[in-house]
């Protein structure tokens, strides 16, 4: 095969393997589409911070049934935010306990509701259990 065709040959698989993976990750964006405009959006890291510490603070103080509520007031972000957290249950099987934190979290008039369940050893800290 001449040289011309060889190279010829050569872009046309690295230009079609480049749009394949372009639009690969193309779609892999577009599958997270449905995120946009939703509360969870508009959060910066400040509000996680500030979310997952009363969410601590809730799982260390609040019985089975108790709500609190949360807001992004001094987190610096020009949206405002806000939370109801309602611990739904609490499991214990020896030192370790562990629970779920209903978390309704809502901004620019949309509304989102997430369940995690985290675990701890004794006194220890909580940690995030992954769902399988």
Known sequence: MPMRNRTVLH???LTIGALLAAGSLAAQAANL???NETPISYMKQRDIDSLKAAAFDALDKKQDGDTTTWT????GNGVKLD???TIEDTAKD???TCRTVR???NGKGQSMSLAP???RQGGGRWILQKRH
């Not at 992004?72 to 987190?75: A, E, L, P, Q, S």
């Open 72 to 75: 992004n007031t001094g987190t």
């Open 94 to 96: 020896g030192a370790n």
């Open 11 to 13: 872009l046309t698989r």
């Open 83 to 85: 939370a109801q957290m």
């Open 117 to 119: 369940r985290f675990c």
């Open 33 to 35: 589409g449905f995120l």
């Open 103 to 105: 978390v309704v979290l």
